[in-house]
């Protein structure tokens, strides 16, 4: 059952959805960042393979934007180093590494191996459960999600609903081609990871090379059959609830 705060966020999403129609990308991003949700938005950034793209719409706008990265203390070195590239490069001036809670690793993956046994459990506590912290504080969110990625992305909208929160997808509906030419024409550094076959980046444990040929989200949890960490799903359990159902 919906909350008296998700009705109102569906009932924001809606009227902004149909304000903005058309508009995508940085034409997109500038209302929503300077007028609607000034200083009470976030992006979610994994500063994967086509991270920087967003990144640098949200800079060229606002480069203090706070910009919230899930640290869950398995991925690549890559990453972190590329991350810490793209902040110097874009003049990022508030990115904040959000990390699992001690305790809940404490109790629930006190070797640090649950993805391998739980991958769903492992993603509550390293992901679903220190965004929804995270994010508390805000009325909106960012994210770099697209249609051409698949899956329950196929009919995403540049504007929804998340819970009680309003998500903004300014890339939605952008095709693969489209993100490829915008990051060569900005000059945007690629993943380091990106040449060796990694087209969908997230935690070591958890990402494959790709098949030539095949979906790029193809080697996020491979053999498994999950397909998303779980942070854009709903999330009916408030925070401390989410924390105690990782171990069931």
């Known amino acids: 059952m919906q909350s008296t705060a998700d009705n109102l966020a569906a009932e924001r999403a809606g009227t902004l959805l ?22 009470r938005i976030a992006v979610v950034s994994s500063f994967g393979t ?9 800079a060229e706008i606002d480069p203090s934007v706070p910009v ?19 902040v110097r490069q874009l003049g990022l001036q508030d990115v904040r590494a959000i990390k699992p809670d001690p305790g809940s690793l404490a109790e629930h993956d006190p ?42 992305r196929g009919e995403l909208a540049t504007i929804e609903a998340s819970d009680d929160k309003v998500k903004i997808n ?6 693969r081609a489209a993100v490829e030419a915008a990051l060569e024409a900005r000059g945007l550094p690629r993943h380091p990871l990106e040449a060796d076959g990694f087209l969908s980046i997230g935690c070591m444990p958890c990402t494959e ?7 790029a989200r193809s080697g996020r949890w491979a053999g498994t059959g999950k397909v998303e960490c779980g942070i854009h799903l709903p999330q009916p359990q408030p925070l401390a609830a989410a924390l105690a159902a990782a171990g069931d």
């Open 209 to 215: 090379r790709v098949v030539p040929g095949a979906d």
């Open 68 to 86: 919230l990265f899930l640290d869950t203390g398995k991925h690549f070195g890559e990453t972190l180093r590329h991350r810490d590239r793209l």
């Open 50 to 58: 086509e991270s920087a793209l967003l990144l640098a719409l949200v």
């Open 170 to 175: 300014p890339l939605a509906t952008w095709s």
């Open 18 to 39: 149909a304000t903005y129609a058309g508009l995508d990308g940085g034409a997109l991003l500038r209302p929503i960042l300077t007028r609607e949700f000034a200083g």
């Open 111 to 152: 070797q640090g191996v649950l993805w391998a046994a739980d991958p769903d459990g492992c993603c509550r506590i390293r992901k679903v459960a220190p965004l929804q912290w995270a994010v508390s504080g805000f009325a909106a969110w960012i994210t770099g999600r697209k249609r051409f990625q698949g899956g329950q």
